[in-house]
């Protein structure tokens, strides 16, 4: 068996050979973060995406991420190491419904969170992310009704904060944390009395009552570094684990499993692997292929969204 050492060495070299970057997100194992460029959450890896300049991205996260990539970089290749990485909540929202939904409301403003396949992307009018979800539903005139979609806790999430009134939510969600039941947190509460809680919102609302603090996957990891308690209960993926002991040694994190696995990773996520990177470096496959003016009609909303503060 070829060592991990080596199938570094070799991505490092492949790398260079085909003038690539290798961006991954935090829910990455361990050993892909930290061969990585750069690592984040969804909104800081497509401005990673949009700032880069070489010939090849190979992007280590799911495809919905890869494809946002590709919409920001047409003439380049943009390899996933595992081309079946999906996501449910792009799986939740076929591009069909959305269609109809417009037929039927063409006066909605249709706000689509990242995690939507290039066709849905293609027949919103601005993207967001879980980092800037409020500020871009904020950006929008008062009396314009919305669609947002397809994360229904995220989307409650975020009507609750804009206080908007006319906002209809799809009714998608995440197999990982919308799966994470408040029992879980309570108890865990209890067994952890010193311990404060961060949670992503896309978690269930009686989770995110309990949170002293919701955000995207590097808010999280940004918050609980800069506090001074040292328990944290973390209600998100667990690949955060890495970045927050790195930065944070010696504070504990807890995480809690969810109903649909027992645990706290994302299947997706965890498909991805060194010799899986290392291959699609080499092979330039499983590349990222989307007709041209799908691409060219999903980029419009996507700038708009990179263009809120
Ligand atoms: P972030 O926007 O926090 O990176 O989240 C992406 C995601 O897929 C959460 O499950
Ligand atoms: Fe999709 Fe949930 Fe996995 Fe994020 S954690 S990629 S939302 S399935």
Known sequence: MVSAQTIVE??????????????????????????????????????????FEGDVIAF??????????????????????????????????PVGGVRAFRRRHPDHVIVSYI??????????????????????????????????????NLGNYVKKQTGRKNMQIWQGACIV??????????????EHPDA??????????DVLRMADFIGSTSAIIDWCTKQAAQEFI????????????????????YFVANENCNCSECPYMKMNSLEKLLACLDNLEPSIELPPEIMERARLPLERMLAVK
Do not use: W
């Not at 070799?10 to 997100?25: G, M, P, T, Y």
């Not at 980092?131 to 397809?150: D, H, T, Y």
């Open 234 to 253: 973390v209600m998100t993926e667990s690949g955060v684990r890495y970045s927050l002991e790195k930065l944070s040694p010696g504070k504990k994190f």
């Open 10 to 51: 070799e991505i490092s070299e492949v790398k260079q050979r085909r003038r690539a970057v290798i961006l991954a997100h935090h829910y990455q194992d361990a050993e892909i973060q930290d061969i990585a460029d750069s690592v984040g959450d969804s909104l800081e890896l497509a401005r990673a995406a949009q700032k």
């Open 115 to 152: 995690n939507t396949s290039v066709e849905v992307k293609a027949e919103s009018d601005i993207l967001c992310t879980s980092r800037n979800a409020v500020q871009v539903v904020n950006s929008i005139p008062a009396e314009k009704p919305i669609l947002f979609l397809p994360d229904i």
């Open 196 to 205: 404060l809680v961060a949670a992503h919102p896309e978690c269930p609302s």
């Open 60 to 93: 280590c996260g799911v495809r919905f991420m890869a494809e946002t990539a590709k919409v920001l970089n047409p003439d380049r290749t943009v390899v996933l190491p595992d081309i079946h990485a999906g996501c449910s909540l792009v799986d939740s929202c």
């Open 177 to 190: 944390h919308a799966t994470f039941p408040g029992r879980r947190l309570a108890a865990a509460r209890v």
